[in-house]
Structure formats: C-alpha cells, structure tokens
C-alpha cells in the first residue's frame, strides 16, 4: 500500500508552503491504494512579535499510528495521484468528537464521526484532478476555527499538468491555504461566542508575515502554479503586484474560459487554480491580501505593521 509521496512528506510535517518542482514528463503514475494516518491533538502556533496560540490541528502519523505526530496549521497536504482509491484514518485525539469533509469528493462512509479518543476512516476515490480543502465539519465551525483543515492535491495522470488539458501545464507549484486567527477564541473555544469572533491575524499556510515563506522561481518564463485554499470565513481577494495569474479552475473544475487578472477572489470554502508566468521585467513580485488584512494583532504588537497575508514570489 503507498503512502503519502516521500517527495512532499518532510515539508508537509511542519505544515508549511510547499513549494514542489512539477513532476517530469514520462510514464503517467498509476492508480493505487493510498493511507494516510491523520493524527487530531491541540499543539500551538507561534506569530509574529513573540505571541502564540492553542489550536487544534492535523498530525501526519504513519503505519496507523501517531507516534511522533504534530499537530500542525494548517494540517499535512495529502498528495494523492488521479484515480487512486485512498483511505483517511482519523485518530481523535481531542474530546469531543472530530469527521472529515472534503468538499467535491463523495466520501464513501458519509458523515460519520471519529468519537473522542477513537479511530474513524473515511475512503474515496481521487477520480478527477484538482485541489482540495479538507476540513472537520463537527461542532458547529468551532473545530474549523480552531485549525481542522488541510489540502489535498489530486495530481494529474499526466506529470507536470494540474489538470488533464495542456493549457494546465506549469514548472513549479505553491500550496496557499488562507485562513485567519481569533486568540481569544483559541483561548477558550468550548465557551467564546462564535457570533463575536474577531480575527487580529490572517495567514499563509499558519503563518503570518514576516514569517511567511517565499514562492521561488527559477526565472523568466517559469509557471507558477498557486493552489488557493480559503480555509476561513471571508471571502478573500488576493492581488498579485508586477505580473497577471491566469486562472484555470475553481473548486478542482477546469474553467471552460479562463481569464487573467491581477486581483482575485477566493470565497470562504473554495479554492481557485492560477498559473503565473514570470516576465522578465522585474525578480520580485508581492502576492497580499486585498481587503488589506496586512497587520498582526492589536496595535502596540512588536510586528503589528506590516504583518497578515502578505508573501512574494522571487526569482530565484
């Protein structure tokens, strides 16, 4: 039975962007049985100006069991080919009790739940390429505000495409889940009011800038693909300074007429596929939340301004 690609699995543990080169051209992967042990504890995360928060967050454990496994923000990316069958095994490590829901999959047992301290798995079939957030759907959004979501990657049966048509061929990749924080919701998730939740920070893969990484590109003409997951609860626009993206598909459907643009908006939920292409005018590019969520906390935090949903793409 394989499991997750040893090429993602050293990035993913840390729950970091992965930026991977795309796949060379040759023989396309075929399908297989794929298990991946996904591990849910609460951990903490660290930001910007010295602060942190609890979380509850996904672990990678391995073989079915979560020994060694962090939970991490976001959770591990699952890196899964087309047409493979894959089995999800959920350990709940928490409380109360924790399902999956990966929208646009049909997940063959339904809706059922991982019971506090128990062991649920949920299988589907990878059928068609694409990217795709995970999440746990449990306890009314209070487990998706803590940090239970993820991406999956459904890599096409051709390398180096993300979808099956050529127009989708790209050189290197970036994973971009955005989501935001409340700390003191994290404080006190069981009795805060989710009607008052009030996000101070806004991240890229649970980090905030500065501490955001850098989407690297080996030079003009290189195609980056950014995979786009909006794990939060706004509707978030995304511009892109010194260059357009093209976008080719929303919620893992290659668009019929993709079009370019500077600025683009991934609703809470969703998640949008656009390929930038480097031009040869300029080595750094600024990719920031438009709706300027560019602080870190309250003011008077050491790294309040410039802070949030702020990374660049940079040659090289």
């Given at each position: 039975m394989r499991t997750l690609s040893r090429r993602l699995s050293q990035a993913l543990l840390a729950g970091t962007l992965v930026v991977a080169v795309g796949m060379a051209a040759g023989v396309p992967a075929a399908a297989a049985a794929v298990s991946v042990d996904l591990c849910v504890a609460s951990g903490t995360v660290s930001l910007p100006g010295g602060a942190s928060a609890p979380i509850w967050g996904f672990g990678l454990g391995s073989g079915g069991s979560c020994a060694g496994a962090t939970p991490t923000l976001?959770?591990?990316?699952?890196?899964?080919?087309?047409?493979?069958?894959?089995?999800?095994?959920?350990?709940?490590?928490?409380?109360?009790a924790v399902g999956l829901e990966i929208p646009g999959i049909a997940i063959h047992e339904g809706s059922v739940t991982a019971a506090p301290g128990g062991v649920q798995t949920y299988t589907f079939t990878a059928a068609s390429p694409g990217t795709f957030l995970y999440q746990s759907p449990a306890n009314a959004g209070r487990q998706l505000a803590m940090g239970l979501y993820g991406a999956m990657v459904v890599r096409s049966a051709t390398?180096?495409?993300?979808?099956?048509?050529?127009?989708?061929?790209?050189?290197?990749?970036?994973?971009?889940?955005?989501?935001?924080?409340?700390?003191?919701?994290?404080?006190?998730?069981?009795?805060?009011?989710?009607?008052?939740?009030h996000a101070t920070y806004w991240l890229i893969n649970g980090k905030a800038y500065p501490d955001t990484d850098v989407i690297h590109a080996a030079g003009a003409g290189t195609r980056v693909l950014l995979r786009y997951l909006n794990a939060g609860y706004d509707n978030t626009t995304m511009a892109l300074l010194g260059m357009h993206e093209r976008v080719l598909a929303r919620d893992a459907h290659l668009l019929g007429n993709p079009f370019d643009a500077d600025a683009e908006t991934?609703?809470?939920?969703?998640?949008?596929?656009?390929?930038?292409?480097?031009?040869?005018?300029?080595?750094?590019?600024?990719?920031?939340?438009?709706?300027?969520?560019?602080?870190?906390?309250?003011?008077?935090?050491?790294?309040?301004?410039?802070?949030?949903?702020?990374?660049?793409?940079r040659v090289p």
């Open positions: 976001p959770g591990p990316v699952i890196d899964v080919n087309e047409g493979d069958t894959v089995s999800v095994t959920v350990h709940n490590g928490l409380a109360e390398p180096g495409r993300a979808y099956d048509s050529a127009t989708t061929a790209y050189d290197t990749e970036a994973v971009l889940v955005l989501s935001a924080l409340d700390p003191v919701f994290n404080a006190d998730p069981d009795t805060a009011d989710m009607y008052a939740y991934v609703p809470a939920g969703a998640t949008e596929d656009a390929i930038a292409t480097i031009p040869a005018s300029a080595n750094e590019f600024a990719l920031f939340n438009r709706q300027l969520h560019l602080t870190n906390g309250a003011p008077g935090n050491a790294a309040y301004n410039p802070g949030g949903m702020v990374t660049f793409i």
